[in-house]
């Protein structure tokens, strides 16, 4: 290991010599100026020092106005002033400077040497300090590539399961794929309407999206009947919100989305099911879904009907708040203008893409 450079500065040159042979001595290798001057120079040019030793009273500049020029451009090089008893009050003040400490005169040789391994152990450790906050972090913007990519990785897992879930419903039911995706754009619509964030709206997309996804638990018989369904068969159909939250509250990045599935079919008056929820106890995003699945509904074409006009189902909707809808809600729905409704029927209708996760919070801008 190369030996430790060390910047010896003092007016007198019996007082280099003697700092400087203890210092050689003790196996530092040792440079000296004659001023403050010189030693700026040998500073600036390239050298480097690990500690300098400084008198404080020289002329010219003197020892003060080298530790400030000194600090300015060497930081991390500690700095140690030599100073006689009666210059205390200016070494104090030295230190207040950025001095590291201060040797008074005359001093033994070990005091010199005391100092200097403090000094250096002190430069050593603030060095080894600074290279583990440098590695801490890399490490930190390593790690923060590292979760990045592995968010986007769970991104692309969660596309993966909406497309195999969206999949298995088409397959049951040829209508649902077209309907799903207008119904959750018409409620993102709302939502963002609304204020609601980013996170919430998440959820909200993903449980309008695969709000009837339990119909996968109903008897093709049922579900597929062209005729009108009997009580017990009514019954039957009714179990697909329970059934959906049953599914998807088992998987974590559905479960808060399954809340909005089990409640989709509740009514703000408390007259809906499965569990006759009322006003505010039925989800904020179910309340959402209620009016944009109302409004698909009336302007799409039925078996047993032709799709109705906006105007038709904006009045509709508005005759039914407070019943069947929330009046926050539908006093948003009718401050909206109706262009964007019509936009977003053909956006959806145009699409070939899956309406997957990454798709959902893009759908209705």
């Not at 009050?89 to 008074?104: F, H, K, P, Q, T």
């Not at 010199?112 to 080894?128: D, H, I, K, T, Y």
């Not at 968010?151 to 419903?169: C, H, K, P, Q």
């Amino acid at each position: 290991m190369p030996a430790e450079r060390i910047l010896v500065v003092d007016d007198e040159d019996a007082i280099r010599e003697i700092v400087s042979s203890m210092l050689t001595a003790a196996k530092y290798t040792c440079r000296q100026a004659s001023s403050g001057a010189e030693a700026l120079a040998l500073l600036e040019s390239g050298e480097e020092f690990n500690l300098m030793l400084s008198d404080l009273m020289m002329a010219g500049m003197d020892g003060i106005a080298l530790l400030e020029r000194t600090k300015e451009r060497f930081p991390d090089m500690p700095v140690i002033m030599v100073t006689a008893v009666h210059d205390i009050s200016v070494a104090l003040a030295a230190l207040r400077n950025g001095a590291y400490d201060y040797l008074l005169k005359p001093f033994e040789r070990e005091q010199l040497l005391a100092q200097v391994r403090r000094a250096l152990e002190n430069r050593r450790l603030r060095m080894e300090n600074r290279a583990y906050q440098t590695r801490l972090e890399d490490l930190v913007t390593e790690r923060t590539a590292q979760l990045r990519q592995t968010m986007g990785n769970l991104e692309r897992s969660y596309d993966v399961t909406l497309e195999a879930l969206g999949d298995a419903l088409d397959l049951k039911d040829a209508e649902t794929e077209g309907h799903s995706k207008r119904v959750t754009a018409f409620t993102i619509a709302i939502a963002r309407a609304m204020g609601i964030g980013d996170r919430e709206m998440k959820v909200i997309a993903r449980g309008a999206f695969l709000h009837d996804i339990g119909k996968m638990a109903i008897p093709d018989a049922i579900l597929r009947k062209p005729g009108a369904l009997t009580p017990d068969e009514i019954t039957i159909m009714r179990e697909h919100c329970y059934r959906g939250y049953q599914m998807l509250r088992k998987i974590p990045f559905l479960a808060d989305a399954s809340e909005i599935v089990y409640s989709h079919q509740e009514k703000f008056d408390g007259t809906g099911y499965p569990r006759g929820l009322k006003g505010e106890e039925i989800p904020l995003g179910a309340r959402i879904f209620s009016v944009a699945d109302t409004l698909d509904a009336i302007t799409s074409d039925r078996p047993y009907r032709p799709a109705q006009t906006l105007s038709a189902a904006r009045e509709e909707i508005k005759r039914w708040a407070g019943r069947q809808f929330d009046p926050d809600v539908v006093h948003t729905f009718l401050a909206m203008p109706e262009n964007i409704w019509i936009d977003l029927r053909k956006q959806i209708d145009s699409q070939t893409y899956r309406f997957t996760d990454s798709a959902l919070a893009k759908s209705a801008m």
